[in-house]
């Protein structure tokens, strides 16, 4: 089985699971084209049981196709809609990725671990000030409601609460 996305206009409207011969006698009178996605495709890297594959030559067009992706055939890569006005364009992976790295700070640090960030990126924080834009909020590990309801900003270096 394969996954092929239905391209109108650049944009992909639907993605479907088919065998490669199911083309050979498929009437479809809409307009647009099918292209072949591959659903372990990420970021131009193939992988295998979540894992990066041995064999690469497997990648196909950069990423998994989604509903409104846009299907670049110059670089022949389908790339997801861009998330906020400040993202960048990974030439490389076609992904976005933010103007300010992710933090490098994700959990307590303790051993068992506690609790852990849980990150969001905030585009109006980022307009304000341009060298902060993450915002994170505590999640226990265990599934229980953390107590520390502060949303904190990263500075950098550290997470502070606003």
């Given at each position: 089985?394969?996954?092929?996305?239905?391209?109108?206009?650049?944009?992909?409207?639907?993605?479907?699971?088919?065998?490669?011969?199911?083309?050979?006698?498929?009437?479809?009178?809409?307009?647009?084209?099918?292209?072949?996605?591959?659903?372990?495709?990420?970021?131009?890297?193939?992988?295998?049981?979540?894992?990066?594959?041995?064999?690469?030559?497997?990648?196909?067009?950069?990423?998994?196709?989604?509903?409104?992706?846009?299907?670049?055939?110059?670089?022949?890569?389908?790339?997801?809609?861009?998330?906020?006005?400040?993202?960048?364009?990974?030439?490389?992976?076609c992904w976005w990725e933010a103007p300010i790295p992710v933090p490098t700070i994700e959990n307590d640090g303790q051993d068992p671990i506690v609790y852990?960030?849980?990150?969001?990126?905030?585009?109006?924080?980022?307009?304000?000030?341009?060298?902060?834009?993450?915002?994170?909020?505590?999640?226990?590990?265990?599934?229980?409601?953390?107590?520390?309801?502060?949303?904190?900003?990263?500075?950098?270096?550290?997470?502070?609460?606003?």
């Open positions: 089985m394969g996954h092929y996305a239905k391209i109108l206009n650049n944009k992909v409207v639907k993605v479907i699971v088919a065998e490669a011969e199911f083309f050979d006698t498929f009437v479809d009178d809409s307009p647009g084209e099918w292209v072949q996605t591959s659903y372990n495709t990420k970021g131009g890297i193939h992988y295998t049981n979540g894992l990066p594959s041995e064999d690469q030559s497997q990648a196909l067009r950069k990423n998994y196709a989604g509903v409104n992706f846009t299907y670049d055939a110059e670089r022949d890569a389908f790339i997801p809609p861009k998330p906020f006005d400040s993202w960048v364009l990974n030439e490389t992976t852990r960030w849980y990150l969001n990126w905030n585009e109006d924080i980022y307009q304000n000030d341009n060298t902060k834009g993450w915002t994170a909020t505590k999640e226990n590990m265990d599934g229980t409601e953390n107590p520390d309801t502060a949303i904190y900003e990263w500075n950098g270096s550290s997470w502070v609460a606003q």
